[in-house]
């Protein structure tokens, strides 16, 4: 039994999408503690947000990687690929660093609110890096078509999903899929 339903390439698609929205929202819950006096739970809060973020981010990194291994991108867009994966590995351990300095400001630090300005505007750029990863990645789906099956407007059911054809597919699943085309 695979862990990766009939209708996903691989598992990259379906955990991308954890990181930029715990990361974001712990940019999002940084910036109200930063407005806040006194330290607060909410500086805590936003602490686990980049740690599960940073988490998040290293499993879709991975993820990502392996995808591009198994599917062997095409010449004419192998530099987009890699220009992906180059800014995912920045962001990826930007976060992870980042996470670790922060767990030391929340429970062993205490600094003083120059350095959590200074650490919220690292956590700005690592969001950059952020965005110019899913911005790479979007092109690689959105224009280029890699990673994703064609499906008819409209007919997103389980047997039109199966039966489309696959377009760049990537990962075991595109295997899988042409094993068991009748075609």
Do not use: C, K, N
């Given at each position: 039994m695979?862990?990766?339903p009939v209708w996903a390439p691989n598992l990259h698609p379906l955990v991308v999408h954890f990181p930029i929205a715990l990361l974001f929202a712990a940019a999002a819950v940084d910036a109200a503690s930063l407005l806040m006096q006194a330290h607060t739970p909410v500086r805590?809060?936003?602490?686990?947000?980049?740690?599960?973020?940073?988490?998040?981010?290293?499993?879709?990194?991975?993820?990502?990687?392996?995808?591009?291994?198994?599917?062997?991108?095409?010449?004419?867009?192998?530099?987009l690929v890699a220009l992906h994966a180059d800014r995912a590995f920045v962001a990826t351990w930007l976060f992870a660093f980042f996470a670790s300095l922060r767990l030391a400001m929340s429970y062993i630090l205490r600094p003083r609110r120059a350095l959590r300005i200074g650490a919220f505007a690292v956590a700005l750029v690592g969001l950059g890096a952020l965005a110019q990863t899913a911005l790479h990645g979007a092109r690689l789906v959105f224009e280029q078509g890699f990673g994703v099956r064609a499906v008819a407007a409209g007919q997103a059911s389980t047997e039109t999903v199966e039966k489309a054809p696959a377009r760049r597919m990537v990962g075991p699943s595109a295997a899988r899929l042409e094993r068991e085309d009748p075609e």
């Open positions: 695979s862990l990766v805590d809060v936003a602490t686990w947000l980049y740690i599960a973020g940073a988490a998040t981010a290293v499993g879709a990194y991975f993820t990502g990687y392996t995808a591009a291994q198994a599917a062997g991108p095409p010449a004419e867009f192998a530099a």
